[in-house]
């Protein structure tokens, strides 16, 4: 069964602090992985990987993707409140089944 | 303004009692899907569609039925609902399949329900 886990699940960090997000996956034919940041609301897209190496990068987030080893980090530099949220990461394969596996997200929590 | 539009956004009902949470999107879009969130679940496929009269299940269906009959809206219907159905559902679209050249899906701001 596909599977996708997220660690850790909950982190504490200070403003201005680096963090660093994990996504380790198990598919069968993998496609594609995304990252989303969920508040309290719904989640919005961050990033889409589809090939290993290749960094995606949009200001203070960034997040790379290893095929060979099946995992992907996600990177927030100098983290702010406005960061506080869960972060989710997403897998999909190329079975034809058309949906997505997600995580169950890393709770980022950043204090002043 | 692109967005996806739930209603109701908070629902409580009772065990076997029918209801639809309606889902609409006014971007266009070709697929939608819905997910269940529940606590150390994290979001759940339940279905989704490629485009009008095209739904296939997700990973959690059962309980469940859609319908596509326009393309920009993809209501849930739980027939008869029940106790562990009590979660918190989120719509959501893109142009193509969450996976294409984009990858961006527009979530919906949710619905919580409860069923006692």
């Known amino acids: 069964e596909d599977k996708v886990v997220q660690s850790p699940l909950s982190l504490v960090v200070h403003e201005g602090d680096t963090v660093t997000l994990n996504c380790s996956y198990e598919?069968?034919?993998?496609?594609?992985l995304l990252w989303y940041k969920q508040e309290k609301k719904a989640p919005t897209f961050l990033f889409m990987l589809?090939?290993?190496?290749i960094e995606k990068k949009s200001g203070r987030l960034s997040s790379i993707l290893d095929k060979k080893e099946l995992f992907s980090i996600l990177n927030i530099t100098a983290t702010q409140t406005g960061d506080s949220a869960v972060y989710l990461c997403?897998?999909?394969?190329?079975?034809?089944?058309?949906?997505?596996?997600f995580g169950t997200g890393t709770r980022l929590t950043v204090i002043p | 303004e692109a967005q996806v539009t739930q209603n109701p956004r908070y629902l409580i009902t009772v065990t076997g009692k029918k209801l639809t949470v309606t889902c609409s999107q006014n971007?266009?879009?070709?697929?939608m899907s819905w997910y269940r969130q529940d606590p150390g679940l994290g979001l759940r496929q339940i279905y989704y569609?490629?485009?009008?009269?095209?739904?296939d299940k997700g990973d959690v269906p059962e309980g469940y039925k859609v319908s596509r009959k326009e393309k920009r809206n993809f209501p849930l219907i739980l027939e008869s609902p029940s106790p562990n159905q009590t979660s918190l559902y989120f719509c959501?679209?893109?142009?193509?399949?969450?996976?294409?050249?984009?990858?961006?899906?527009?979530f919906g701001p949710g619905t919580r329900l409860t069923v006692t």
């Open positions: 971007m266009n879009h070709e697929y």
């Open positions: 589809t090939s290993s190496g």
């Open positions: 959501a679209s893109s142009l193509y399949s969450p996976w294409a050249a984009s990858g961006e899906q527009y």
């Open positions: 598919v069968t034919n993998f496609r594609s």
């Open positions: 997403a897998v999909s394969d190329q079975t034809g089944a058309n949906n997505l596996f």
């Open positions: 569609s490629m485009n009008v009269e095209v739904t």
